[in-house]
Each structure stands twice: as structure tokens, then as C-alpha cells.
């Protein structure tokens, strides 16, 4: 029975003409995903030290140290403003508003470093390669009592520690931070990134108020110097209208204003950066094509009324539903996986020809991506027999299927649908699916835009495809009962 269901697919020209043309459409729009962006020129991104892009600006108030030490100083307060228009500066609150001490390599972007901060939300944190994150004391920032904060450094060592006082000190963590050399830049930071509202980002600036200050061992300089890290990064947005990084006082007591993020890169914070999910937009179009065709490979036989043959041969007619459903999902398994395979490559070389700077993902991310958009096409068109099956009717079938996965495709690529719209339409419906090309990575520490239309979906890549099996194997259910129960 599968040999006779593939003998008919294999002689239907148009049906193996419409699973080349979703394979090439792939590879079309990735060859056209890649030549349209065009980013030369611009700043490269900062690496950190994990190989992965991050956002590295903030104002630095600096001198070098040369060999072990450590600084203490007391934050009596943070305050944040948020943009609310140009030139429209607001009082508002910025959790993720970073003021403290931090130990970095130098001032280049990207270099390594540790920190402990007070933050506008998320009480004392220490954080170190960008991607680390320990949590302390929490409680905002007050006048009374301040809140003390210190980093030891010996070696590559870096401790982190809390105190109410300034005399009896509590360990938040401690950090390995390699690359240090002998001589690193240490001093008071301030860093304000973006602030999440609605469906975007409003741009935000923050001054700390620090005091006692306290320094031991190899500090060099005499004066402390103070600049905006990464004024030109992509990855930084600027300070607000009518807003500038400054830092004033003497050795002991110092206010800083500064903006930007320590932070691993996130779509929000790297607009201009694109991931492999973009490469493979001709997913989109391949799927109405499989679609299609998958419909077409039942109801063209009620046509013709070739099903009558087709039943005939088995008195057992769900076993040729099954026969046609292995079939299908193997032709278009094979056909997705050879446009998936010629298009990530070949549009990710010509993005990043372009300047396009590419998130990176590990081998085993690419394949899970590759083969789960195979796996996507192939279970959706098996989704379009079973509903041809039922409607027996080309049309209002492949409307049907058209409109439970592309649909909400669409919508969740509105990028102003509501986060809880988009994410509850991307759990519950066929398109669902589209998961499985997720490789972007969420973080706590980072406030952000964490939606499908930013390539963050809410359940895990083989979950999501898991939805769409669901309905695929339970519209197969529904096609066998009907399949015997009514006239050919």
C-alpha cells in the first residue's frame, strides 16, 4: 500500500512540482534575506568573553590597578528618568538601573570584568561575563542607611560583598575572571538600559550618588577619570534628548549619570542583528505550498473518484489513510530538510558578507533548527490530508489549514500585538510549531521584549512542535472515523 501511495505521488507532476518549489523557496528568500541587509561599516559588535555578542556601555569612573586590592563605597541613591518624547524626561523606575564597583580588563568592549551593583528593582547583585548573575541583599536604595558595597581583587579572583554599614560585610559571590592581566581599570559605574514598556523601549538615564569612598593596594593615577564606555557601540542607543554621562565630587563623595547596559546582547539591545530564524522566513512560503499539495493528495483522488480504487484495494480503509499520511510526511520531511540544508548556510555567508552580524548558535542548535523545520512542513501537510480527507473539498481544506498555521503566524509577527496575545497564540495553535527555529536565549537580568516577534517563543522548540502534531494526529483520528464510517 505505501508502494502504490508513492507510485501515485511520484507520477502527479504537479505534486512533486510543488515539493521542489517549497524546497527552492527556502533557499529563494534566504538567498534574498541575505543580499537585502547591508551593514558594512558599522561598528562591530562586542564579543565577550563566551564567544556571544553583548552590550558593554555604561559611565566609568576609573584608575587603574595594578596587582590585588579593593574598593568600598556606599550608594545613598539612584534615581531614573525615562523618555517619554523628545526632549521629555520623566521620573520613573528602571529595574535594571545599575550603580556600583566593577573590575574590568580595560575599557575596550567586551573585555572581561566583575561587578557589584545596586539596582533599581533587584536589591545588590554581582555579575561577571556578561552572562552571570548572583543575587544579594534586596531593598531598594535609601539615604538611611546607605548601601555599602565592596569588590576584593586577588589574582583573577574578584569578591563581591554587601553591608549595611560599612564594618560587617556579608559575601555575595565570587567570580574567576580571566584575561585580567596585571593591570585592570576599577572604579564606580553607572549603567541605565532601555526601558520596557507596551510592545518597545524607551530610552533611560540614571545618576548614582556614591560616598565613602575606600581604596586599598596598587591604585595608580592621581586623579580619577571618568568617560561613557561603548558611545558608539551598535548595541547602545544613546542617552536621551537633552541627557549626557558626567561624573562630580572630590576622592569620597561622587554623583554619576550614566546609561547603557552590562549585559548579554538580546534582539532589543542588537536590532540590527538577525538569527537564523530570519534566514529561514521562506518557511513561511514553503508551507502553503506543502499545504497544498498535501490537501490536493486526497481530494484530487475524490475528483477523479480514484478513491473508489484506492478503498477497494484495502477493506481496511484507514490503513490507506495511514499509507498516504507516511507517505506524504516523508516526501516533504525529505524536500524541507534539502531546502533547509542549501538555505541556512547560504544565507547566513551572505548576511554576514553584507555586515550583518549573525547571533551564533552551536552545531547541535543549527540541526535541531534544520531538522525541525523539516519536521514542521512534513506534519503540517499531513495536517492538510487529514482535513481534505474530512472536507473531501480542495479549497475549503487548504483554507482551513492556511488559516490555523499561517494565521497565527501572522499575527504573532504583528510587532504590535500584545506580548500576552502573542504568546498565548503561539501556545495553543498549529503555529505553535515555529518554535523549533528558536535560537535566541532569554535573560533574567536583561529587561527585554521576549516575544515571538523577537524570535523568543513561550514553550520549548520541540514543544511548540509538539502542538502541531497534536492537531495533526488528532485531525488523523477524526479523518479515519469519517473515512469508515461514511460513503467513498
Known amino acids: 500500500m505505501l508502494h502504490a501511495e508513492w507510485t501515485k505521488f511520484r507520477t502527479v507532476r504537479g505534486w512533486v512540482t510543488g515539493m521542489v518549489a517549497a524546497a527552492l523557496m527556502m533557499v529563494l528568500f534566504a538567498l534574498l534575506v541575505g543580499v537585502s541587509g547591508n551593514q558594512k561599516g558599522s561598528p562591530p559588535v562586542p564579543i565577550g568573553p563566551g564567544g556571544g555578542p553583548v552590550t558593554d556601555s555604561f559611565y566609568f569612573v576609573h584608575r587603574p590597578l595594578s596587582g590585588d586590592g579593593s574598593i568600598a563605597v556606599s550608594v545613598s541613591a539612584l534615581e531614573s528618568s525615562i523618555a517619554k518624547g523628545p526632549g521629555d524626561l520623566r521620573p520613573g ?290 495536517l492538510a490530508l487529514a482535513v481534505g480527507a474530512v472536507f473531501r473539498h480542495s479549497a475549503g481544506a487548504i483554507t482551513t489549514v492556511v488559516l490555523a498555521i499561517v494565521l497565527p503566524y501572522v499575527l504573532i509577527a504583528v510587532p504590535f500585538m500584545p506580548a500576552s496575545v502573542a504568546k498565548g497564540v503561539a501556545m495553543v495553535t498549529p503555529g505553535a510549531a515555529f518554535a523549533v527555529q528558536q535560537t535566541l536565549v532569554p535573560y533574567e537580568q536583561v529587561a527585554s521584549n521576549y516575544t515571538p516577534y523577537y524570535g523568543y517563543y513561550p514553550l520549548a522548540p520541540w514543544a511548540g512542535f509538539a502542538v502541531l502534531a497534536g492537531y495533526a494526529v488528532a485531525s488523523l483520528a477524526v479523518a479515519a472515523v469519517v473515512l469508515d464510517r461514511r460513503d467513498a
Open 93 to 382: 523606575t528602571v529595574p535594571w538601573a545599575k550603580a556600583g564597583l566593577i573590575i574590568k580588563e580595560s575599557t575596550r568592549q567586551g573585555s572581561p570584568y566583575a561587578a557589584i551593583m545596586a539596582t533599581g528593582s533587584h536589591g545588590v547583585r554581582m555579575q561577571d561575563g556578561y552572562v552571570n548573575d548572583t543575587a544579594g541583599p534586596s531593598g531598594p536604595v535609601s539615604a538611611g542607611p546607605p548601601r555599602w558595597l565592596r569588590l576584593d581583587r586577588s589574582g583573577d579572583t574578584i569578591t563581591g560583598y554587601a553591608s549595611t554599614d560599612g564594618t560587617t560585610w556579608t559575601e555575595v559571590g565570587t567570580a574567576q575572571v580571566r584575561g585580567l592581566g596585571s593591570t585592570a581599570q576599577a572604579g564606580l559605574f553607572v549603567a541605565s538600559p532601555p526601558a520596557v514598556g507596551g510592545e518597545g523601549t524607551a530610552g533611560s538615564v540614571s545618576t548614582a550618588t556614591f560616598g565613602d569612598l575606600r581604596t586599598e593596594g596598587g591604585w595608580g593615577g592621581d586623579h580619577w577619570t571618568g568617560g561613557q564606555v561603548g558611545a558608539h557601540s551598535p548595541g547602545f542607543a544613546g542617552y536621551p534628548e537633552n541627557a549626557s554621562g558626567s561624573f562630580t565630587g572630590s576622592d569620597a563623595r561622587f554623583t554619576v549619570t550614566g546609561a547603557g547596559d552590562i549585559a548579554p546582547a538580546v534582539r532589543d539591545s542588537l536590532p540590527t542583528g538577525g538569527h537564523l530564524r530570519d534566514v529561514l522566513v521562506g518557511t513561511f512560503a514553503a508551507l502553503i505550498a506543502v499545504i497544498v499539495v498535501g490537501a490536493l493528495f486526497i481530494t484530487e483522488e475524490y475528483r477523479s473518484k480514484m478513491i473508489h480504487l484506492s478503498l477497494a484495494a484495502s477493506p481496511r480503509r484507514s490503513r490507506v489513510l495511514v499509507a498516504k499520511a507516511l507517505v506524504l510526511w516523508a516526501v516533504t520531511f525529505a524536500a524541507g530538510l534539502a531546502g533547509a540544508i542549501l538555505a541556512a548556510p547560504l544565507g547566513e555567508r551572505l548576511a554576514r558578507g553584507n555586515g550583518v552580524y549573525i547571533f551564533p548558535v552551536s552545531s547541535w542548535t543549527e540541526l535541531r533548527v534544520v531538522l525541525g523545520t523539516a519536521a514542521l512542513l512534513a506534519t503540517a501537510s499531513v
